[in-house]
C-alpha cells in the first residue's frame, strides 16, 4: 500500500531543514486527517509519501497567482516553498512501488531546492513579463498553515531516484513556460 500524503504536515516555521524523521504536528485540519491516516497506512505495513507542492504543465498555483496579480510579498512572513515536478512525483512513486517493501516508511517527495516565495514570485514575474509582485502586509491566511521548512529528500535519493527537474527554475524553464507559451500562442 502507498499513501501520497503532503509535506504540509510539517508545521516548522523557522527555515529548518526537515527529513522524515523531523516532528510532523501541522496545526491545520486538514494535516492532521493526513497525519492520522499515514498512521493508518505505517501500522498495516504501507509506504507514505509526503509529496511538496506539484507544478507541471497546466499546473502550477504560483503561475496562477503570478498571471492574476493578486501576489503581495509580505517580507515580513516570507517563508521556503518545496516543489517537485509532477514528472518527477510520478518517477519517485513507481520507484517506491517496484522495489520490495523491507519495512514501512516515510519519504519526501520534493525537488533538490527550495526557494524563498519572494524569489520565486520575482524569477516567475521576470520569466512571464509580469510587473513584479507588489510588497506590503498580506491579509490572506495560507491554506496550510503558517509552515516555513526545507524539506530535504535525500532518503528518496538515498534508494537512487533522480530528478528530471532538479529544482523549481528548471522544471519552469524546460517543462511550464514552453507550455504557457503555446497555449497563449493559440488563444486558449
Keep these: 500500500m502507498l499513501f501520497t500524503s503532503s509535506t504540509s504536515v510539517y508545521a516548522q516555521r523557522d527555515g529548518e531543514w526537515v527529513t522524515e524523521e523531523s516532528a510532523a504536528e501541522p496545526e491545520h485540519e486538514g494535516g492532521k486527517i493526513l497525519r492520522q491516516t ?28 503570478i498571471l492574476s496579480g493578486e501576489v503581495i510579498v509580505d517580507p515580513k512572513h516570507d517563508r521556503f516553498v518545496n516543489q517537485v515536478h509532477r514528472d518527477d512525483a510520478v518517477a519517485a512513486l513507481f520507484l517506491l512501488l517496484e522495489r520490495p517493501l523491507v519495512r514501512p516508511e516515510i519519504y519526501n517527495v520534493v525537488d533538490d531546492e527550495p526557494i524563498l516565495q519572494s524569489e520565486c514570485y520575482r524569477w516567475l514575474a521576470k520569466k512571464l513579463n509580469r510587473p513584479l509582485p507588489q510588497f506590503g502586509t498580506s491579509t490572506s491566511k495560507p491554506k496550510r498553515g503558517e509552515s516555513n521548512k526545507r524539506v530535504s529528500n535525500a532518503k528518496l535519493r538515498g534508494l537512487g531516484w533522480s530528478l528530471r527537474y532538479p ?21 486558449a
Excluded at 509506504?47 to 497546466?58: D, E, F, K, M, S
Excluded at 523549481?168 to 488563444?187: C, D, H, I, R, T
Design 38 to 65: 499515514e498512521q493508518l497506512v505505517l501500522n498495516r505495513g504501507g509506504i507514505v509519501t509526503r509529496l511538496a507542492g506539484i507544478y507541471g504543465p497546466g499546473r502550477s498555483y504560483l503561475v496562477e497567482r
Design 167 to 187: 529544482t523549481f527554475a528548471e522544471g519552469m524553464e524546460k517543462s511550464v513556460l514552453p507550455n504557457l507559451a503555446k497555449l497563449q500562442s493559440s488563444g
